[in-house]
């Protein structure tokens, strides 16, 4: 049961370059989140999932797009990165998103861009 | 807006108690977590609180008052591994989890 996984660990990317991160989860979990986290500040939900094919937008979701084609699957996509998005980016899923529902998260992938 | 104020902050002695407070402005509420993050690695669940009153698990303890948007986390017998962030987050009437900055928490021999 490996839990929440990220890929990759660390990525530096170019200013207009664009990526996409997986984040894997095998504990049949319905939610699922991307959050960025920034010296200083608090954890940011970018986007979320309520479930296999459903997507919607958090807190700060400009300049990226997520996918659920898989319940086990969540991608975070960057389509023309830039400095602002220097960042440390988290998934986490939890069972169904209700009260006392603990949130689960993965190793965190460290990406800058130049 | 919604706001979660906490320490940015804090050095305690190995052995000794320390209280890390949390307050909260949030649109609804539908309870508090607290996490811990070690530096270079992901939160980890603490504990949960939706009533008021003291939920106790092994060293630390959490404690919640809603009527005064409050609560705070209490390590006992602090050990040096317990140096990490600590993060107090709130659900709000979306269900959606409202973070603070965290608290670094030191810990000297």
């Known amino acids: 049961n490996a839990g929440v996984t990220q890929t990759p660990k660390f990525r530096v990317l170019k200013t207009g370059q664009s990526m996409t991160l997986l984040c894997a989860q095998d504990?049949?979990?319905?939610?699922m989140y991307w959050y960025r986290q920034d010296p200083g500040m608090g954890l940011r939900l970018i986007h979320y999932s309520v479930g296999e094919g459903t997507t919607a937008k958090g807190e700060v979701p400009d300049g990226y797009n997520v996918s659920r084609l898989k319940k086990q699957n969540f991608l975070l996509g960057l389509e023309s990165a830039a400095p602002s998005q220097t960042s440390v980016y988290f998934c986490?899923?939890?069972?169904?998103?209700?009260?006392?529902?603990?949130?689960?998260f993965g190793p965190g992938t460290r990406l800058t861009v130049l | 807006g919604q706001n979660i104020d906490q320490p940015t902050e804090m050095t305690a002695t190995e052995g000794a108690i320390v209280q890390i407070n949390c307050t909260y402005q949030?649109?609804?509420?539908?309870?508090l977590f607290w996490y811990q993050q070690h530096a270079g690695e992901a939160p980890t669940f603490l504990s949960y609180n939706v009533l008021d009153g003291l939920e106790e698990k092994g060293r630390f303890s959490s404690f919640l008052s809603r009527s005064k948007g409050y609560s705070y986390l209490l390590l006992k017998e602090l050990q040096m591994k317990d140096s990490a962030s600590y993060l107090c987050?709130?659900?709000?009437?979306?269900?959606?989890?409202?973070w603070g900055a965290g608290t670094k928490l030191i810990i000297k021999p």
């Open positions: 949030t649109s609804g509420f539908n309870g």
């Open positions: 987050a709130v659900y709000d009437s979306n269900y959606q989890l409202i």
């Open positions: 986490a899923s939890c069972l169904a998103g209700g009260p006392a529902d603990t949130q689960y």
């Open positions: 504990m049949n979990h319905e939610y």
